[in-house]
């Protein structure tokens, strides 16, 4: 029997919904607004980019899934992305305050002094499962379409113009593919 595989074109394809990948696509959509906006605006020339289809690709059959570690972060990248990440309900808790100490088979010991670098003022303790799956709903509010459980096995070429495919498995029988147009606004993927 024949195998159908579904097709969705797309113009931006970023694989892997972690941290990365995530904080890729809600950077690139708040661009796309701000540039809109500019020209609405006046604020400077040019023409404004029409509606650009993107998709997050995730090989876990949900956003989480495979970002297991827990994390202490620095939390510039993300005030840098969200400068209201608190107020949007950011997991995690601010680092209150620092202590080292060595274990020996009797007791244990306190260094008398940590270098600064060993302190982590100013960083978060998160869970990144935890910060991707309230990042998802964020970046899929802008308009991105999140797609789990899509492992992207094979990017293939075909002249100028790629697509990422999925194996063909139960789950899945999908390809994402860009669209041949290189303009602004008229890039397409399938899935
Ligand atoms: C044990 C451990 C402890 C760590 N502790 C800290 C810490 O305390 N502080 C800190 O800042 N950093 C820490 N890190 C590093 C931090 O986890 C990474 O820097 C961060 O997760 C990188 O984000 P990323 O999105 O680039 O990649 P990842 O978090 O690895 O995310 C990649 C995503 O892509 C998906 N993926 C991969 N291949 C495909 C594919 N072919 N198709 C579809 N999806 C795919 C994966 O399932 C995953 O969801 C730690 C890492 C580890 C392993």
Redesign the pocket.
């Known amino acids: 029997m024949s195998e159908q595989r579904e097709t969705l074109e797309v113009d931006v394809v970023i694989?892997?919904?972690?941290?990365?990948?995530l904080a890729a696509a809600y950077w690139l959509q708040k661009s796309i607004q701000k540039h809109n906006d500019a020209i609405d605006r006046g604020a400077y020339g040019g023409t404004k980019l029409g509606e650009l289809s993107i998709v997050v690709?995730?090989?876990?059959p949900e956003i989480g899934n495979?970002?297991l570690?827990g994390?202490?972060?620095?939390p510039r990248a993300i005030k840098e992305l969200m400068p209201d990440y608190e107020e949007q309900g950011c997991p995690g808790v601010p680092v209150t305050s620092d202590e080292v100490w060595y274990f020996t088979k009797g007791g244990k010991l306190k260094p008398p002094y940590l270098p600064p670098y060993i302190h982590n003022d100013g960083n978060r303790i998160v869970s990144?499962s935890r910060l991707v799956r309230w990042l998802a709903p964020k970046v899929e509010e802008l308009g991105v379409q999140v797609f789990p459980g899509?492992?992207?096995?094979e990017l293939l070429f075909e002249g100028d113009a790629w697509s990422v495919s999925a194996p063909a498995t139960r789950a899945s029988t999908s390809t994402v593919r860009r669209r041949r147009t290189s303009s602004p606004g008229s890039t397409s993927a399938r899935s």
């Open positions: 694989v892997g919904g972690g941290p990365g990948g690709l995730e090989k876990g495979h970002v570690s994390a202490v972060m620095d990144i899509f492992p992207a096995a």
